[in-house]
C-alpha cells in the first residue's frame, strides 16, 4: 500500500472512530434522560406490503425449512432465532422479519396463528442475547415496517397477553430508532430508520403529536438522498425499488387518515418513479450497477402500475452519474459518473466508464452484479474493475478501497481514492446516439487517460464503441511497460457464444434465438469463463470476451456488435 493510500485509510479509520464515540455518548446520555418507551394502546391502520407474497414459503417456515439471505437452513425442531450461521443476510433477513407477508398470503387460522408464535418468540428471547444484528438500525427499521404492515395477521386473533407484549415492543423499537438514528451511517439505513418512525407516526394511535416533526425530518432526508433525476446518493440503482416499495403505502397511509401527504415525499416518490424505468432493461431487470443484486422483478412490475406519468425514461441522469439510450428496441446504459464518498461507498464497485446492453427480453452485455450472499470482509471480486464490461489496465481496478488487494484478494470497505475526474458528452441525431465519456483513474499510477464511445443506431441492431488510450493531456503516450490493457465484455448466462475462425469476430445467441455478431479488426478476441453473481440461488458460470493489447502499441480500440439474424418462428 502506498504511503498516500495509508494516510487516506488512517483518516477514514479515526473519522469513524470519532462519529461512534460521538453517537455513543448521545445514546448514553439519552437513554439516561428523555427517550422513554412510548407504548401505543392501538394501531389505526396497516398499509399495505407491495412485496409480493408466496404462501408456500410460510408453510416452508412451518416445517421449519428458512430460505433467507439466499440460503436455506433447516432448524428442525430448534428456534430459527437461535440458529447460528456465518451468513450475515441469512441472519439480519430472519431479524427484521419481511417475511411476514408470506403468512398473510395464506390468510387461515394456522399461517396466522404460527406467525404469532415466531413474533413472541423472538420477543421472550431478548433477541438483543441471541444475535448482534437483532437491534442493527437498517433491520429493527425494516422489522418495525413489517410488524405495522402485518398487524392484521398478528393481532387478528383477541390475546390481550399478546397484544400488551407487541405494543411494548414496537415502543421500544421506536425509542432505540430515535436514539440511535445520529449514530447511523450517511445513506440508505438512515432513510430506512426515518421511514420506519412516519409509519409509527401514521399508525399508532394518539401518536399524532409527532406526526408534523417526523414528516419534516423525513422530508429532510429523503431530498438529501434522492437526486433530482431521481437516484439515490451511493449510485447504488438497486436502492431505488426498495424505497419507492415504502414511500408508496406511506403515501397512501396519511390518505387513510384524511391527512395530505407531505410535499416532499411526494416530491421524492415523484423523482423515483422515472429513476426506476431509466435503470430497467426490457426483461424487467435493472442494470447492474454500484451494489445490484438479483431484480424483484415483481416488485418493480407492481411499482411501474403507481407510475402516473405513463412516459419514456430520461437519457440523462447527470446527477447519478449515467447514460441511458434506448432504441428500436435496444437498451444501452453507461456509468458515466464517479463513485460515491465515504459510508455511502461500501457498496460502490470499481465500474467506471461499464457498461451494459439489452435488446428486448435478453440481457446480452452485462456487468456481473452482487451475490445474493456475500461478508464484506471476504473476498469481493464483485467490486473490482474486472467484473465490470469496462478495461483493466495492470489488472489494477480503477477505484481503491480500505484493505486494497488485487482481483484475487479481499477488498472491503470504502472507496479512499477518488481521482477518476470523469468528463462526458453526448450527442443524439435522427439516426443514433453517442456517448463519450473518460476518466483518469490510471493517470496517478500508470500516467494513462481512459476514453470510451458508445454509439446506438437508430434501430438499436447495432453498437459501436471505441476505447481511446492517450496521457493525462489527451497527448500520444510516452513509452511504458505498465500499459496492459483487458477489455472485458461479460456476457448474461442465458448467452451463447463462439469464436469464428479469424479469431476477430464472436457469434452470440440469445434465448430467443436473435443472433449477434462482435467484431473488433486487429485484435484478438478470446472467450474466457465468467461468473454471473446477480442470480439465485447461486452464482452461475458465463462467458466473457476479452481483449488483451497494449495502450502504448494501440491506444485505439474500435469494435462493433450487430444483429445479424432473427430466428424465424415456428
Known sequence: MSVFHTLRATRL???RSFRSIKGKIYSGITALSGFKSYVPERLVIAPHDLHTADAIIA???????????GETIQTNSVSPFLISTKNQAWIKELHSFTWLLHFSANKDILSDSHARILVRNWIELKPEQTSKWAWEIETTSKRLISFICHSIVLLGKPDPDFHTLLMRSLGKHIKILKREIINTPDGQPRLLAHIALAYAAITFDGHSTSLENT???????LQKQILPDGGHISRNPGVIPEILALLLPLKQGYMANDLAPPEKLLSAIERLMPALKFFRHGDGTLARFNGVGVTQKDLISTLLRYDESLGEPIKDAIHSGYQRANLGTATLIFDTGEPAKGELSIC???GALSFEFSDGLSSII???????IHD???????RTTNAHSTVTLNNTSSSRFENPGTAGRAISGQVFTNNLKMEYAREDTSTSSTITASHSGYVREFGIRYQRSLTLDSDGNRLLGQEWFSDPNKGNIKYTTKDNIALRFHLHPNIKASLASNSETCLLETLEGEQWRFDCPGFKV?????????????PRTAWQMVIHTKAYDKPE???ALQKIQAKEAS
Not at 366 to 372: H, I, L, T, Y
Not at 526 to 538: G, K, N, Q, Y
Open 13 to 15: 479509520s479515526i473519522g
Open 526 to 538: 478470446e472467450l474466457v469463463e465468467s461468473i454471473f453473481f446477480a442470480t439465485l440461488p447461486r
Open 215 to 221: 414528516a419534516e425530518k423525513l422530508g429532510l432526508e
Open 366 to 372: 452485462v456487468n456481473c452484479g452482487k451475490p445474493a
Open 348 to 350: 460502490a464497485n470499481a
Open 59 to 69: 408453510q416452508e417456515f412451518y416445517n421449519g425449512k428458512y430460505t433467507l439471505g
Open 376 to 382: 464484506k470482509d471476504a473476498s469481493q471480486v464483485w
Open 557 to 559: 480500440i474500435n469494435w
